[in-house]
Antibody, heavy 129, light 109 residues
Framework: EVDLVESGGGSVQPGRSLRLSCVTSGFTFGDYAINWVRQAPGKGLEWVGFIRSKAHGGTAEYAASLKGRFTILREDSRRTAYLQMNGLKIEDAGVYYC????????????????????WGHGTTVTVSS | QAVVTQDSSVTVSPGGTVTLTCGSSTGAVTIEHYPHWSQQKPGQAPKTLIYHTASKHSWTPDRFSGSLLGGKAALTLSGAQPDDEADYYCLLSYGDTRVFGGGTKLTVL
């Protein structure tokens, strides 16, 4: 069974750093991209970013508002993806989810696209002084 | 950054049909925005029901379908059940980045 389990959430002061983990099982981790989504308390979903599989470069893309503070990494040997969050702000508080994304290639437009299927359970980040 | 718009709330009667829509500030939504629709019930993680405009995952109930309608992505629920009461989020891709809509709260009443 495919499963993704986030961890590393907790309470942190503004300006500090936190690293979230997304530990996976039930599938060949190296074949997939991993995506991060967050949800502030009582609010909607916000796309954070994703990291490609190593076969497709292993590079990451981010929401413009978060670029520079957040970094997504992956460690295929541990079947784990990470979200490194630096300079945390009050507005970064919320539940953070990782998802499994499968890559496809559009032959007409010569561009890649991703399909999200399974979501993790989420981990909660609190930012407070 | 593009803004993705959804109706904030919609009500449907049990057994009824309802269509939720998802628009883009950049213009018409096309298949190359690869629209996804996800369902989130209170206290639960979201679950993706529809991807690439109209494709369903194995767990997606048949009563849900996706399409493009009038320049927007659309999620149609035919034969609404009380268990379908949830928040529904649209996700559009813009090249390497993605943007969620604000979500639609669906009430089955």
């Amino acid at each position: 069974e495919v499963d993704l389990v986030e961890s590393g959430g907790g309470s942190v002061q503004p300006g500090r750093s936190l690293r979230l983990s997304c530990v996976t099982s039930g599938f060949t981790f190296g074949d997939y991209a991993i995506n991060w989504v967050r949800q502030a308390p009582g609010k909607g979903l916000e796309w954070v970013g994703f990291i490609r599989s190593k076969a497709h470069g292993g590079t990451a893309e981010y929401a413009a508002s978060l670029k520079g503070r957040f970094t997504i990494l992956r460690e295929d040997s541990r079947r784990t993806a990470y979200l490194q969050m630096n300079g945390l702000k009050i507005e970064d508080a919320g539940v953070y989810y990782c998802t499994r994304d499968e890559r496809f290639f559009n032959l007409l437009t010569r561009s890649e696209y991703y399909v999200t299927d399974v979501w993790g359970h989420g981990t909660t980040v609190t930012v407070s002084s | 950054q593009a803004v993705v718009t959804q109706d904030s709330s919609v009500t449907v009667s049990p057994g009824g049909t309802v269509t939720l829509t998802c628009g883009s500030s950049t213009g018409a939504v096309t298949i190359e925005h690869y629209p996804h629709w996800s369902q989130q019930k209170p206290g639960q993680a979201p679950k993706t029901l529809i991807y690439h405009t109209a494709s369903k995952h194995s767990w997606t109930p048949d009563r849900f379908s996706g399409s493009l309608l009038g320049g927007k992505a659309a999620l149609t629920l035919s034969g609404a059940q009380p268990d379908d009461e949830a928040d529904y989020y649209c996700l559009l891709s813009y090249g390497d980045t993605r943007v969620f809509g604000g979500g639609t709260k669906l009430t089955v009443l």
